[in-house]
């Protein structure tokens, strides 16, 4: 089975960020587990200066043959009740990268 990374960067509404961290431990990377190809998940809070848009930063692991057929998944579930979405994340801040080892 292949493996990848999922870099995922997010921020938090502003003044909502207690609410988006327990969103996001709580409710979101379990629903996120739950999508068949996805194997664990680790989140981190970005120290010091940076260039990313957003100061959180999650990397999911995935075991899968078809990357694209278990990211398709994950965005047909987004914003369902397979896995809502918090009102606390700023969606312009999103983005995610696919990343395959060298």
Do not use: C
């Amino acid at each position: 089975m292949a493996r990848y990374k999922l870099l995922v960067i997010t921020n938090a509404v502003p003044g909502k960020e207690a609410a988006f961290n327990d969103w996001y431990d709580r409710r979101h990377i379990p629903d996120v587990l739950q999508v068949p190809g996805f194997v664990s998940a680790q989140r981190f809070r970005v120290s010091g200066e940076s260039t990313l848009p957003g100061p959180y930063i999650a990397i999911y692991d995935l075991e899968t043959e078809d990357p694209s057929a278990v990211l398709a998944e994950l965005g047909a579930r987004a914003g369902t009740a397979k896995m809502p979405l918090s009102d606390a994340l700023d969606m312009k801040a999103v983005s995610a990268s696919l990343l395959t080892p060298l």
